[in-house]
């Protein structure tokens, strides 16, 4: 089978990795990729959301699956497009429709799905550039800290939790009348703030069946003790220590059941990844967010943890046979560390030279922002590199990702040394 897989990030690098490893895999693209997937699949210069390039593409190399990595195309609607277009409505998408796509697209969206199929999530309201001083007076009534979420997509940059009920309003006033996330915040939702510690649940689905992964927990702050701004990510451990057989059953049966149930119920065509941004309050799981996509960093801790052939997986959701295939987990636990560039996640510099990557042995190694340059693996983004290890458990696969990561060098390298530290 001759597969595409959009994107250029850690995710779809940990995704190149594992579908090689498939026997049904015989040839991968990756659109555009990065170095990573350069040196095991073959680069693509097309981007993500250009539909018309990926359709003459697809058509030229008798492309059978597409699999979307990003959440950009998938909101544009890669899978709608697909779907109408004669030519190609034979090759399976992995990814949801356009509307589906809305979970992480629209934040009110999102909320009003959870709402509406009665699947726990925190208080809110949505408002505009219109009815600013109306969240401002919201604001007041809500205890601090104050959630702000930007409604659509900001690059994982669009929320933000302040102490000060002034600062707070002046961040609303930013985002709507100041557009301070451009479009993404021309609507915001004001959240009641919720206390607990945060995980992730990531569900597979052919749209009526569904198979739970392993659960993941991520790391958003750039500076240790999770201060400092909101990243893409610093690192992830797989899987949640404290996620026990009682948590994981309310996560079943409370959200994710429902969660599958309601697309089907809302007449909602969805064959791809279900990311639910969960936080455990006192034992009781709540939904942050949707994401309709794998996180990153989450992937590259998650991936290597299933011991299931991953483009089989796929088959089976193009084909809504994923009730009929087994999903085989590694027992092990796996920890990421990213290493980033210095200045992330504001302004940093690109094109430095990555050295030591053919010295590490004891972890896998997945590109994130790099590219190839004059034989050189150089640095092309804010997050660089994700460095995956596995252990016995959690802290033995961290001290492994943290002995590689001394074998490796760019100039301005930055890590956080403490992911984990809240699981101890």
């Known amino acids: 089978m001759t597969i595409l897989l959009l994107g250029s990030g850690g995710r779809e690098h940990a995704f190149a990795w594992k579908m090689l490893q498939s026997s049904l895999c015989t040839k991968l693209f990756v659109a555009p990729g990065n170095a990573g997937t350069e040196s095991i699949a073959i680069n693509v210069n097309i981007s993500p959301t250009d539909f018309e390039s990926i359709k003459r593409f697809v058509l030229q190399e008798n492309i059978e699956m597409v ?6 195309p998938l909101v544009k609607g890669i899978f709608d497009f697909f779907e109408n277009d004669t030519d190609l409505k034979h090759i399976p998408v992995i990814g949801p429709s356009k509307i589906g796509a809305q979970l992480e697209g629209s934040k009110e969206f999102a909320k009003e799905f959870l709402v509406r199929h009665q699947i726990p999530t925190a208080a809110y309201h949505s408002f505009t550039k219109e ?6 007076r919201f604001l007041e009534k809500l205890q601090p800290p104050y959630v702000l979420k930007a409604d659509g997509l900001a690059a994982g940059k669009g929320v933000l939790i302040i102490q000060d009920l002034s600062e707070a309003k002046d961040e609303l006033r930013n985002m709507l009348v100041n557009e301070k996330f451009g479009e993404a915040s021309s609507k915001v939702v004001i959240e009641e703030f919720l206390d607990g510690i945060e995980l992730s649940c990531f569900v597979l689905t052919d749209g009526k069946n569904y198979k739970i992964l392993p659960t993941a927990k991520d790391y958003k702050r750039i500076g240790e003790g999770d201060t400092g701004l909101n990243t893409g ?6 899987p949640v220590p404290f996620v026990d057989d009682i948590l994981l059953e ?8 429902p969660t599958i149930e309601g697309l089907q119920k809302d007449g909602i065509v969805y064959k791809g990844f279900v990311f639910i941004g969960l936080i455990n309050v006192k034992g009781e799981p709540i939904v942050i967010e949707y994401n309709v996509r794998m996180g990153d960093p989450e992937t590259e801790v998650v991936i290597p943890r299933l011991k299931s052939d991953l483009v089989e997986l796929f088959v089976a959701v193009a084909n809504e046979k994923l009730d009929e295939v087994s999903l085989e987990i590694d027992s092990r636990s796996a920890t990421t560390i990213v290493l980033v560039s ?13 050295s030591g990557i053919e010295n590490v042995t004891d972890s896998i190694v997945f590109h994130a922002g790099t590219k190839l340059e004059d034989n050189f693996v150089v640095s092309n983004g804010g997050r660089v590199l994700a460095v995956t290890s596995y252990g016995d458990d959690f802290q033995e696969a961290i001290k492994k990702s943290y002995q590689s990561i001394d074998k490796l060098h760019f100039d301005t390298m930055y890590f956080r040394k403490d992911i984990g530290f809240d699981l101890l």
């Open 131 to 136: 009815t600013v001083e109306n969240g401002c």
């Open 233 to 238: 990510g610093m690192g992830a451990v797989s």
């Open 342 to 354: 210095g200045g992330y996640p504001e302004d940093f510099e690109k094109g430095k030279v990555i």
């Open 67 to 72: 699999v979307v990595g990003p959440e950009d």
């Open 250 to 257: 309310k996560i079943e049966t409370r959200i994710v059941k």
